[in-house]
Every structure is written in C-alpha cells, then in structure tokens.
C-alpha cells in the first residue's frame, strides 16, 4: 500500500483554487449515465446526495433509520463554526485554521484544514438559503458564540439544535432531489460489504432490515458518510444505531485506517447512573459559554455532598475550586474538550467528585445573576429542559452535574485531499473519514467538516475521478464479484445466527448481544479511554481478545435472518467491533506520545498537559487489514507543515 | 361524472365559512326572539316575522340559510368519514390527551342539533307551510277591506280571530280558519308570537328546548374558535381575543334563547 | 419497582397483532423506558420467552424522532414535551399496568410489534417541504436580515422532529400539526416565500392522497408534540392555504 496524499502544489491559501482550476470535469449529459451510491444520510451524506443530484448524477442513497432526518447529525446541540467575522473580532481562515490545527494538536494534515476554513463561509451562505433559522440578534443579522479553543466567537447557531436545523436544511435540499428524481433512496437499509471490481469501488450489498433480503446496488463511485465508531465504547453520546461496520467491511476490503486511536471524550455529559443505562447523554459545550465548571475544594466537603449531608448551594464560594479557571486562565472554561474532560477525570480520581464520585458542577448561578434568568433560558432553555427531564433537577437551582463521555471519533478511513480512500472509487466523508480534526476536534467543527465536505468537496473531488468512467459503460451487479461478495455475507449472517443453536450447548450459558457490548465498552473505557499506558492496553488487548472468543461461542441471536430482527443487526455490528477495538488498541500502543484525545499516562508534563513527542510521531498512522485475527500492517503519512509554526498547545 | 377533488382543508373551511354563515344567522334570530318577552300581544315580534316572511329577498336569503345548514352537515359528515378511515385500527386503551372536547362531540352535537332542529320545525317553520298544526293571523286592515267584497269571510275573521293590543292584527286563528280565510283571498300568516308563547307553557317542551340550548352551546362554543382557525385568523396575537369573543358570543346566543322560553314558561 | 407490562405483539405487516401482558420487576425509578423495555428484551431473549419487543429508537436523547410509544392513550406518555426515550419510570406508580401500543394510523403501517413505517413523513416533505436551492451560487448569508421574532417563530416550528406524535395522537390522524409546522418554518422565512403558494398546495394535496385524516381543532397534537410545537402553525397553514387559492400567487 503506498499512501499519496494528492495534496495540490502551490501556497496553502492557493491549493484549493488552483486543484479546482485543473481538475476534470464531467459535461451534463454525461452525469445522468453515471451512478453514485451514498452511504448514510447526516449530515456528509444528505449534502453530498443533495449536491450530486442537482449536477446531474444518478444517486442511490441509503440509511439504516426509517428516514433520512434521523442521521445522529441531528443530535450536534451547540453549533456550526465559519470564519465569516461578522462580529468583527479578529476572525479569519487564517485564524480558524490556526486554531483547528492547534486544537488537534498538530496532527491534522495542513491543506485539508485549510480548505475546510476556507469553504466554511460558504457553508453558512448555503444553510440561510435553504432556511436553517440561525440564531439573530435584534438587527436581524446572524448571531454568534463562542466554542472551546478559540478566542473569537464564530460559532453560528440554532437554538442547542444546531445539528438538527442544519440536517433538516439537507435533508430538504435531498428531499428535492429526490422528487425531481435524480436520488433514489433506501431507508431501513445497512450496508453489508462493499463490492469490489478491478480495484475499483463498484458496489455494495446492502441488507434491507425490514425483510431480511439482501440486496445489490451498482455503481461507478460509492461514498462512505457512516460517521465514527464511539459506541464500540457501548456508552456514549452516539445515537444507539450509530455504527463503524460500514466503514469497517470497506478497511476489511483493503481501505486504510487512519489514527484509530484518537478518540474524542467530551467533558459536559450527565453522569453515569446505573448499569442498566443505554446511552450518555450530552450536554452542548456551549453552556461552558456562560457556566462555571467547579467541584469543592474541601475532600470532606465532596465526601459530604457524595453521602447527601451537603447540597452545592450551601458550599461558600470560597471553598470551590473552579479548577479549568485556575488552571488555564487564559482560556478558563472554554479550553478544548480534550484538556476540559481530563481535568475533570484529574479531580475526580483526586477524591474531589461529586454525585457518584464521578461528576463536577457545571454551575449557572453567576450567569443567571448578572444575565437574568430569561436570557439564560432563552440561550440554553431546551438543555436545561433536557437536563431536568433526565435528572428529575432544576438547573435554574442547583448547578447541573456533568462528567466525560465518549462523543466523536477523529480517526476513520484515511483519505487524501480528494477525500478518497486507498480504494479507488471509494470515498469517505464527515466523520468517517480521519481528516480534519487531527488528534482532538474542536467544538462546532464537526458541522462544519461534515457539510463542507458534502457541499463543497466531494461535488468537485468525485468529478475528477468519475471523468474517465464514462468509458466504462454501466455497472452491473451481476458481475461474480457481486456473487462473491453477497455470498461472503450470506455466510457472515448465518454463521452468527448458528452460535446459539448448536445443540450440544446448555442454554443458561448464553448472553445475548447487549451483554457482549456492554462488557467490551467497559473493557474500552477503563483501559484504552481518557488516559492509557502501555500496562493497560496490553491488557485490554488481552481482554478483548478473549471477550471475542466468548462472544463465537456463546452470544445467542433470537429470530431469523429473513425477519425484522434487531438484535441480529446490533450482533453483526459487535463482530466488526471486536475487530476495530483491537485496532484503536494497537494504534495506541504504537503511539507512544500524548496529543489531544489520546493521552498515555508515561507522556505527560510535569502538572499534567499532554507530551507531544513530535519527532516520532508526527505523522498519521494508516492501517491496512490483514485478515482476521491477524495483527495489521502500519504505513505512515508524514504530515509536513509548510505554513504553521508548531508550537506548544498552551491554553493558559 | 366527474367529482372536482376538495382538498381536506378546503372542505374544512366550507364547513367553516357556512359554519361561520349559520351563526350571524343565530344571533339575528336569537336578538329577535327577545321581541316575545313583549307583552304586547305580539305587535312587533309579529311585524317582524310578517316582514321576514314576505320580502322576496328574504325568501332568497331563507333557502340560502336552509342550503347551508345542509351543505355544513353534509361536508362535516363526509370529513367525519374520512377522518375515522384514517385510523383503521383504533387504540386499545382511550386517549389521555389534554384536548378539546368541543371538537370530538362536534359530530354528534352536529347530529343532535338537526334532530333538536326537525322538533323546532314542528312547533314553528312547519306551521307556516301547513303541515303541522299552529296559530295564524292576518291583517286587520287586509279583514277591513274584505268587509266590501266579502262579509262573510270578514264576519268570520272577526268572530274566530282575536285583535291584537294595538288592533294591527287579527289573530288566533286555527288550520280550519286559515283555509277558509285563504279560500277567500285573505293572507294568512303564522302568529310565532301566540304559538310561541303557547308551546313554552309546556313544561316538556321547555325542557327539550333547553336540552336543544345546551346542545347548540357546545357546538358553538367549540366552532367559534374553530373557525377562526380554520380560516387562519388564529395567531398568538389574537389568540386571546378569539376566545374570549367565542365565550362571549356562545353565552350570548345560548342565554338570549334560554330567557324567552323560561321567560315564557314563568310568565315574564 | 414492579409493573404489569400490555405490550402490542404483531409479528410483521400482514400478521394478526395481539396483546401480550409481561411482568417486570426491580426497575429504578431513574431507568428510562426504553432501557426498561432493554431490560425486558433482555430476560425475553436470555430466559427463551419470546422474541424481544421490536420498538424504534435511536439517539435516546429525544431529537431524532425514532422512539414512539403510544403509552397508557398518550403519546410518548405522560408527560409533557417530551419523546418517549425521556420518559422515566419515576413518572409511574410501582404496581402499575402499562400498556404499550405502536403509533395508530393508516398511513403508518406496523413493520413489527411497536415498529411503525413513517416514510408517509418523507414524502409529504419531498412534495415540496424546502426551499429550492441548489449547492452554491447563493447570497452572503447576512443579505437578508430577519427580524428576531420572525427568525424565533420560524425555529420554534422548524424544531419539528418528525416523530409522528400529533398523527397518533389525533383523533382523525391527521398530519396538520406536521405540515403546518414545516409550512409556517419555510413561510415566515423571506427565503420561503417564494415557493410558499406552491409549497402549500403541494403538500397539502400530498397529505391527503397518503391518507391522513383532516383537522377538526382538538389540538391533541399540540398537547403532545415533544417540542411543543404551536396549532397557530396550524392556523398559519391554513391562512397560507387560502392565499395559496386566492391570493396574489395563484397562476394566471
């Protein structure tokens, strides 16, 4: 495997222009005899269907939900950023693509983060065009926030329901699409395998979970917009369906896996409460806007508030710690997510945690004091609403109590700037792929990366390589690639379905999926979550490995494969879990330095900030699958920084 | 043949808008039903009627009101039908919704007001065409004037009939009088001001009608609002506003008619 | 806690459904519904009782409009503004019956057991619920200002999420609440006004032909819509429909 970036000569402001300038296109009666799948239907995968449609081409689209608004882009809360400095406070591409690269700690490739500040704009123009009802002030003119990582406010937004308008906003550009005809859509449908012709990306079989059938779509391109795989971590803020099999079976048919290991852990999420629980839910960062993170400053207090002697209200402002604020003055609550959610986990394991020992106020009495009460409720009303419904809390009162949680994944697919895997033909965009947000992704950038993508990269990238395929004539699926390829799922399913039936096995000693889930994200978050080491990684590998062997031999699937069977969906999802868990694993071992999400215990400054080892390990580690079991072979992506000065990642 | 389609909410604002039509018409009639507690033998609530039952364009305007009442019902009904094909498997246990009951009995208030409707129109409307029994009257001066041509038929008037206070009319004339007098060229009217006062001495009666008030409260009361919804006037402007007219117009209606007939039976 | 589960079992579209009664004991008052529902599945799957309970659900966060039960004759139960994955078992007395029935309308059709087919949503919308913009070629997004209280009414009905409530909470399943809330987003955007006559008609027509009933001003969508969604946007709808038919954007 050779990894070629195909990043576009020139100076970094100029690569965009001058690749757009020199790429090839396809003329407008051709388009309609070219097909295009998409996979997936959040945000990447709506904006991109909806942008293909109206060029000309033919698309299928597909999503595992009843429709294609459900997509978990819906569930983003705070907002969207864009370099537009419509505040005038000194924002600029520049800026923002400073602060992205920064904020992932130098491991981002420069020109596509830079691309992704510069399209960014655009994005906003789009959305108002289509109707998303940003947040205004009272001159009518879009308003702003301010997010993590940045001292500018630039985040555009909609009520804590960013995500939604902006999905809503492509999902009616699809909607259009698809009445005039040029997207053809397939809900309820999961991609099984991707089909392979030639090297090429020809196809994917896709099993339609209402019936059971499997099914073949052809194609000459096939775009990758699944999203990441956090719920290998069982509880996180992903949406329950939220999965990596789609991208997984493309790294299994030869697609590079990028930087598995850089997971995002997100400070403000309501706390674990009980084993039984399904999902965390978060709390958008930008209520880190205007609350307080603090937690006592007195072990004695935190131990009382633990037994319920003492209430937060009644702790003297003197004897809190606001520790972000003590710590990282500079930037003071709104440090990244990253820096955020591990000085959270520093306080608690100290014995300063609050709730069940694992928790810390995010506290709003200051703000409603000196903003009001109705100009908090108006900003954050619907997550102060979601809070009380959760928590049986009024966070009007007592300060809310949040903890870290597994939200977003950095690494995925590897791309190049075309955003095209090592298949050709296979591209992947939003959080799918790996490219934006380096090791830690800044808060309002996976909007941002997800729809610049869709609108504004993909129609250009996929063009330059579907210029040639008009030669190739239509795909059909008949082909004994398909053959193979549906036959290798039959036998997936099946081979799953026969576990609990064997007959000489004893009934009692067999679990069901969610069992299996559960104890692999245990596994996952106490040894390769916010802070790891060599010791507890060689364990989890360990672990893993011997959860996967109990999962072959006793996991029971009720039901049929021919029948609407839920439980046969979330097990085929867990078997390719198995797989990626030791891949995030391994990928953690190799990294042997601290950079944004990934934190290994043995690399750390003295008070704690990560220790980047940038001689070493400045470069994107891509992985390429070697068959089951076995370990998978590295191949590097040295990033080079021909524009940026590195430095420090200091929030102080 | 071929049925113009009427989408769902244009129906619906027929309904509203012949709804809307029906209610003017109520408030007139219940404004002008306060004309009976007059003890003035009728003078004026028979003046009135004898104008409402002669001009031509009245006439016009009485089959436009009859053509509404059934094109209102007719369409409410066809909606209903399409509204209940909508859940095709009802729900096992019964909703628990806040909702407004007004709008889930509207149907069967609808239904109870045009049954209450065919008993209004024994007592009243059919006695003017005849088929059912009632009081008529006729003009004095018209009884004067035959006194000429006809004395006989003048005589009889005045032994059979009564004079109203102010002698404008000569009333109490029974079916059997009323043929006689036709016959000889007399026009004889419905006295609604003697049946009126009659039928309200019934206590049965009285009660049905106020059974037939309350009926008519909760269709109005709900399709007040409704309407204003229907047509779009609702917003969270006037929202208030609607509704307190919708009260206050429902009340309205409802207490004018209930004060005649209890009015009547207690012999105000 | 300890209840008696009614749950509605129906094994796919063409089967004869049925009521099924389940035990379930030592729940947390803070578990949510689903999970109790997870937790039930659970013991159905490991104790060879039945297939699990089929429910949609998916970012139990209450925003992507997946999870809907039609729980006790409310939707989404009892509670106000919320969906059913926010439901928590504290909302129930210990003892309690709970039946549990999937969404109820003709243009939803049960896939499974609580599993209903909601792409009668999508198709009202792709009749015309969006603006006609292609990607690029648009203004600089602060061209058009809005005034706030436009910008709010048109968020507050864009907040819809799809989920289906008002439809299963109507006594005539009537889609109104769910077309007059993209209607009124789109209309009182200056964006949307220019398809806003065909918009309607569109649309309208479309909700019609897929089956659902018509309104007749209940509002028990409104009562239970998880966003709270207005029946002004209803009225909104309908003011829009009458201009759509006579105003000044009719064809000529």
Redesign the interface.
Known sequence: MKLDSKIPAGPLAEKWTNYKSSQKLVNPANKRKLNIIVVGTGLAGASAAASFGALGFNVDIFCIQDSPRRAHSIAAQGGINAAKNYQNDGDSVERLFRDTIKGGDYRAREANVYRLAEVSGAIIDQCVAQGVPFARDYGGLLDNRSFGGAQVSRTFYAKGQTGQQLLLGAYGALSREIARGTVKLHTRSEMMDLVVVDGRARGIIVRNLVTGDLERYAAHAVVLATGGYGNLYYLSTNAMNSNGSAAWVCHRKGAAFANPCYVQIHPTCIPVHGDYQSKLTLMSESLRNDGRIWVPKKKEDAEAIRAGKLRPTEIPEEDRDYYLERRYPAFGNLVPRDVASRAAKERCDAGYGVGTGYAVYLDFADAIQHLGKETVEQKYGNLFQMYQKITDENPYETPMMIYPAIHYTMGGLWVDYELQTTIPGLFAAGEANFSDHGANRLGASALMQGLADGYFVLPYTLQNYLADQIYVGKISSASPEFDAAEKAVRQRINRLMEIGRVETRRATSLQTVDDFHKRLGKIMWEYCGMARNTESLTRAKQMVKELEDEFWKSVFIPGTANEFNPELEKACRLEDYFELAQLVIDDAIHREESCGGHFRTEHQTVDGETLRDDKHFMYVAAWEYQGHGQPETMEKEPLVYEHITIANRNYK | MNIPKI???????LVGALGAFLSFFLLFHASANLLILRHDDGEWYNAFCHFMGTYSIIKVFEIGLLAALLLHAILAIW??V???????????????????TG??L?VWTGILIFACLILHFTDFYFVKSGWVKGKYMTKAEKVVALNATQPDAANYAEQHGKYSAKGNWLTNFDKEDKAFLEAAGLEVEPDFYHQAREKFKILHIVISYLVFFTVVWFHLR?GF??V?????????KY?RAIEILGQIYTWGVCLMFTIVVIGVYFGL | MKFTLHIWRQENAKAKGHFETYEIDNIRPDCSFLEMLDILNERLINDRIAHPVCFDNDCREGICGMCGLYINGRPHGNDDGITTCQLHMRKFKDGDDIWIEPWRAKPFPVIRDLVVDRSAFDKIIQAGGYISTTTGGVPDANTIPIPKHKADMAMDAASCIGCGACVAACKNASAMLFVGAKVSHLALLPQGQIEAADRVKKMVAKMDELGFGSCTNTYACEAECPKLIKRQNISRLNRQWIGALFGRDRKE
């Open positions: 989408h769902s909410i244009s129906k619906k604002i909606l209903a399409i509204n209940k094909m909508a859940r095709p498997v009802s729900y096992k246990k019964p909703t628990r919704s806040k909702t407004h709008s889930k509207q709900h609002a409704a204003f919804q229907t047509f779009g006037l609702y917003n969270y929202s």
